[in-house]
């Protein structure tokens, strides 16, 4: 018998979920039970197994759309670009591509991962605080739309390297230690992103001195996830110290919707605050760059887990087959999620969600409300569109998840899952006192 202390009041009834957290136009019914992008589920794990990252693709494109429809609404001369290091996957951008996206990659791996998406280079901008000398000539050579200056030595590689006038941003640092998680607050004074305010002019005249660069404008990012737009505000007005420009990137950082006690600004007030900003500080007739990641793909897609053991005693551990090789956020950054186990009709228990590695750090939830769970059952956690395929790794030997796009109630495999043929292809084996090459 379950030790009675891993039940909360069993006279209690479960919560039903919070389907607002899931993509648009997910459905739990009688018939079909959960639905993603009118997919059911449970036929989703049948047919690829789990792990799995589910993605709904109207969702994904209508979320893009907002972000275009918010910004271009108050200031035309805008550009919204997806950073990609938030979901690098080659089908993900394609269809943000599609739906007028440009893009900032942070590493020539990524710019590539675009490249073989279609996109046009020049809609790209590469980021980086530690560029490497292949990098920035295959930014030059391919024709990138900008490259965002964030150092000195980025400065002299340029100088070496352009055959021609290359386009560029300044990365500031303005000074603001935004209100999140240490490891994503990126625009205090201690960050290794970027210049501080006041060393700026230095980099500003040296930068216009050279004939290989364009300075076009400024570039900032506070951080991710966060939730006070004054902190926006104050990151633009101090750009506004710096002079007049052409163009100003202002990141991204618009916090995501995880679980059901967050309350994050919308997308509208998100832009209205930006440009009603600019348009006081830097004027109305620059260019306007932002750049959201987790706020526009988060919230566009689900993980499904399969239910493995679930142990009772001082607390109830619910391991499923998936954890920290496919979502470091709860290792990283202390994120919570919300899981749901589907078509769960027992009485609630409080449970610890977990995964399957060797880490007692490889949670997936902390104390959530799950239905009684039993080995074979199906979990889903929504809103793991960002950085779970990013930070997918292969911890104890387990294979990265497949992701499935889903729309309009059909599915198509966009990333397939890993194999042991792919874990051991890069081994170099001896064989009979040999080298395998």
């Known amino acids: 018998m379950p030790d009675s202390t891993a039940i909360d009041t069993p006279q209690q009834s479960l919560t039903p979920p919070d389907l607002s957290l899931f993509p648009d136009g997910t459905r739990n019914d009688a018939g079909k039970g959960f639905t993603v992008g009118g997919c059911s589920l449970r036929q989703l794990a049948s047919q690829h ?5 589910i993605v709904d693709e109207a969702a994904l494109r209508a979320r893009a759309a907002e972000f275009v429809r918010a910004l271009r609404g108050r200031h035309p001369r805008s550009d919204v670009h997806f950073a990609c290091k938030a979901f690098p996957s080659a089908s993900i951008i394609g269809l943000l591509g599609d739906e ?14 675009a490249r073989a998406a279609g996109v046009d280079p020049g809609r790209v901008l590469l980021h980086g605080n530690a560029k490497s000398d292949d990098e920035i000539r295959d930014a030059i050579e391919c024709g990138v739309g ?25 990365r500031i640092t303005p000074g603001i230690r935004a209100h999140t998680h240490d490891a994503i607050a990126t625009g205090h004074t201690g960050s290794k992103f970027g210049v501080p305010v006041d060393q700026a002019p230095l980099l500003i005249e040296r930068i216009r001195r050279e004939p290989s660069m364009r300075l076009d404008g400024l570039h900032m990012h506070i951080g991710s996830q966060i939730f006070d737009l004054r902190q926006f505000r104050e990151a633009i007005a101090a750009l506004a ?28 007030d ?8 600019v348009h006081e500080h830097l004027g109305d007739d620059v260019r306007l760059l932002v750049e959201p990641g987790r706020s526009l793909v988060a919230p566009t897609a689900v993980s499904l887990y399969t239910v493995v053991t679930v142990k009772h005693g001082a607390k109830t551990h619910v391991a499923v087959d998936g954890g920290m090789s496919d979502n470091l956020e709860v290792s990283l950054y202390g994120q919570r999620f919300q899981p749901w186990l589907l078509d769960g009709n027992g009485p609630p228990q409080i449970c610890d969600l977990v995964g399957r590695h ?20 199906l979990v889903v956690v929504p809103v793991t569109g960002a950085y779970t395929y990013t ?14 796009l889903c729309s309009n109630g059909y599915s198509r495999l966009a990333v397939r899952r890993e194999t042991l043929e792919d874990l051991l292809r890069r081994e170099v084996l001896l064989t009979n006192g040999t080298v395998d090459r």
Not at 100 to 113: K, Q, R, T
Not at 146 to 163: G, K, P, Q, T, W
Not at 359 to 376: F, H, K, Q, T
């Open 146 to 170: 900008y490259i965002v200056v964030d150092n000195l030595d980025d400065i002299d590689r340029i100088c070496r390297l352009a055959s021609r006038t290359q386009p560029v941003l300044l």
């Open 358 to 377: 060797c880490e007692s750090g490889d949670v997936l939830a902390y104390d959530v409300e799950l239905a009684s769970p039993r080995v074979g059952d």
């Open 49 to 53: 197994g789990t792990p799995a990252l």
């Open 100 to 113: 007028g996206l440009s893009f900032d990659v942070a590493s020539g791996n990524e710019l590539a991962i």
């Open 391 to 404: 930070m997918a790794n292969n911890y104890n030997a387990a294979f990265r998840p497949p992701v499935v």
């Open 270 to 277: 998100y832009a209205r605050t930006l440009v009603e900003t």
């Open 241 to 268: 110290t710096l002079g007049r420009f052409e163009v100003y990137d202002v990141g991204g950082g618009l916090a995501a919707r995880y679980t059901s006690a967050d309350s994050p600004v919308s997308i509208d």
